[in-house]
C-alpha cells in the first residue's frame, strides 16, 4: 500500500515536469493534437473502440487497443501526460483488420483517447478513464 | 440442535444485556428451540438443475463467530441497495424478525447477545453434511467455489494451504475460483493446482507478456440433461490489490469485452445455461450483468454480502452466499429449451450446533489441526470487548491491531487495511493465537515503520477511498477503507477524490496534520516487496500480552457524510 515504486516514480515524473515546464518549448494540449488531427472538423462519439483497462496493473506499461473497422487513421491520446500524443497508427485501404495495440506510460489518472479518421474522411472516437491507483488495500 | 442448556445460558446473557442495550427482541428467543437441522435443509426442490455455492471461506475450517457490518455504505447509483443495507434495516428489507436466528446470521443487531443464543456459524465438517444431504436429493448437484479458500488461518499458512486444499477435496467442488490463493505465490499455486480433480477458472486471467489467457476459462458440464457453462473470474485487482511481485507474469481486470466473448463462445458451444462464478464482488458483478447479456446466473464474491434472496439486474439472478463458512448457498433451476424457466433458492445459515458434522470431514480436520494444536490454543490474553472487523471504517480488531503498531512500533498514527475477512470474539472470552492469526494470517505481514508527510498521508487516504467509493463499481477494488490509528479525519463519501478526506488530526494532540510534516507511521501488509518488519502477529501478540485485558474504546474518530 505504501511508497510503491509505482508512486514514486509517479512523484518522480511529477517533479521533473515541475521543474522541466518552464525551459521546454510548448507541449501541445490535447484539443491542439485533436484539433491539428482533424482540421477542426466535428468528431463523433462511439463507431470503434479502444480497450484499456478501468485500473492500469502497473502505470508504466499499461495495455491499450484499438478497434477501428474502416479507419485510415488511428491517433493515440493520453491526456494526463505530460506529452499527450501516444501515438498514431495507419491502415491501408486492403488492411484485412483494423486492429492495433501498444502499451503506454501513464503519469497518473486520465483519460486516454483514441480519435479515427474514417474512410470518408468523418472521424469517430472512444474514451475510457484509467485510474493510476497506489493500490494494496482490497481484499 | 441447541440445547435447553444452552436457551436457558442465552436467557441469562439477554437478559443481562437488556437493561445496557434497551432493545432487541428478547422474547422470541425461547420460541426458537425447535430450530432442527431438518428445518435448516428444508427446501422445496424444483427443475433439473442444482447449484451449490461457497465463497470467501478464508480458510475457516471450524465454527466461527463473525458480526456481520453495521455500516456498508453504497455510492451512486447503488445507494440503499442491498448488499449496501444493515442490521433493521436490512431485517426490514427482508422480513426478518429481529431475535430470529436469520437475524443474527444476516445481521449486527443485537449480535453479542445472539451470538450467545445461537452460537458459532460455519465449520466446514458441517458444510460437508449439508452438501451431502442435498447430493443425496440431487446426485448431479454442482459444488462450486468462489475462492478465497485458501488463505485466513494459523493452519492455512503453517501448510501452505495445504490443510485447506486437503479438505476441500473431500467435498469433491466442481469448479472454483480464486483470489488470495495468488499471494501463496505462483509456484505454489501452479502445484496445488496442477493436483485438482476440479478446474482452477479464471477468464479473466491472462499471461501479462503476451496478454493471452491464462487458465482455464470455463467448464461445460451436462447435469440433468442440462448443458451447463460454468465461467471463472478471478479477483480483477490481484497485482494492485495484493503484491503483484508473488505472481509476476499475470494479469488481470474486469475484462467486460472478454467476458462477452466467453458467453457467446459457450452459448454457440450448446450452453442451455451460463453461470458466472466470479470473485469481481458484488457491485461490479451487478454492473457486469447490466453490460453483458446471455449470464443466466452470477455466484457473486469477493465483498463478502450474505442475501437471502437472489437480486436480478435484467435476466440475470445474482446470489451472494456471505463468508467463513457461515452460509452455503442452494439454487434449483427449471431449465428448459436454453432458458431458466423457474428456480427455488435458499441461503443456508450454518448453525455449527444445530447442524451435525460429517465425521469423516471432521476426522480430517482435527488430523490437519493436530500438529498444531499446543500453538493454536495457547492463550494471549482476554478482550472485555467485542473483537470484529467488518464496517466500512473501522473495527475493533483492527483497533486493537492500530493500538499495537502505535505502542510496540512507537509510531504517531498507524494504518491497518480494510481486509473483510477474520471472524470476530465476543466480550469475556480468551484471545488464543488462532483467534489472532484469523486476523492477520497472511503471506505479507511485516509491520513497517516509516515517516510519510501529512500531505502523502492523505494521498493514501483519497486513494483507498476512491477505491471504495467511486461511483463506477468498475474501478472499486472492493475491500474497506484502510484503518487508521492515532489519527482522525471527515470524509465525504460523495466527493470525487482528492476531495473527500478533510480535516485530518492528530488524536494525542488535537492538531491538524500538517501536510509539510513528516509522521512516524507504522503498518503491515505493503504491496511492495521486501518490506521490513516483524510480522504483524509478533506485534499484536506481545501488546495482548502486556496489557492482559483488551478493551477498545469506541472509535468515534472518522466523521461520516454524503451517505
Known sequence: ?139 | MISRRDFLQATVAASALLGASGFGNWARLAAQQALTQDQLLQFAPTGNVTLIHITDIHAQLKPVWFREPEINLGVGAVNGLPPHVTGADFLKLFNLTPGTPEAYALSHTDFEALAQAYGRMGGLDRVATVINSIRAERPEALLLDGGDTWQGSYTCLKTNAQDMVNVMNALKPDAMTSHWEFTLGIDRVTEIVEGLAFPFLGANIYDAEWNEPAYEPYKMFERGGVQIAVIGQAFPYMPIANPGWMFPGLSFGVREERMAEVVAEVRDAGAELVVLLSHNGFDVDRKLASQIEGIDVILTGHTHDALPEPVMVGKTMLIASGSNGKFVTRLDLDVQGGAVKGFSHKLIPIFSDVIAPDPEVAALIDAERAPYEAELTEILGTTDSTLYRRGNFNGTWDDLICNALIEEREADIALSPGFRWGPSLLPGQPITREDLFNATAMTYPNAYRSEMTGEFLHVILEDVADNLFNPDPYYQQGGDMVRVGGMGYRIDVSKPQGSRITDMTVLRTGEAVDPAKTYVVSGWASVNEATEGPPIWDVVEAYIKRKGTIQIDPNQSVQVTGA
Open chain 1, 1 to 139: 500500500m505504501i511508497f510503491s515504486r509505482r508512486e514514486l516514480l509517479i512523484v518522480g515524473a511529477g517533479a521533473s515536469l515541475t521543474m522541466a515546464l518552464p525551459i521546454m518549448t510548448h507541449a501541445a494540449t490535447s484539443d491542439e493534437l485533436i484539433a491539428t488531427f482533424t482540421g477542426g472538423a466535428a468528431v463523433a462519439e462511439g463507431g470503434i473502440t479502444l480497450t484499456a483497462p478501468e485500473i492500469a496493473e502497473n502505470g508504466n506499461t499499461v495495455p491499450v487497443s484499438i478497434d477501428a473497422p474502416g479507419a485510415s487513421e488511428v491517433l493515440i491520446l493520453a491526456t494526463g501526460n505530460p506529452n499527450a500524443d501516444v501515438a498514431t497508427f495507419k491502415f491501408g485501404p486492403l488492411a484485412g483488420s483494423f486492429v492495433a495495440s501498444t502499451r503506454i506510460r501513464l503519469a497518473k489518472t486520465q483519460d486516454v483517447v483514441a480519435i479515427a479518421k474514417m474512410a470518408d474522411g468523418s472521424f469517430a472516437s472512444a474514451k475510457s478513464t484509467v485510474k493510476v491507483t497506489i493500490g494494496g488495500c482490497g481484499g
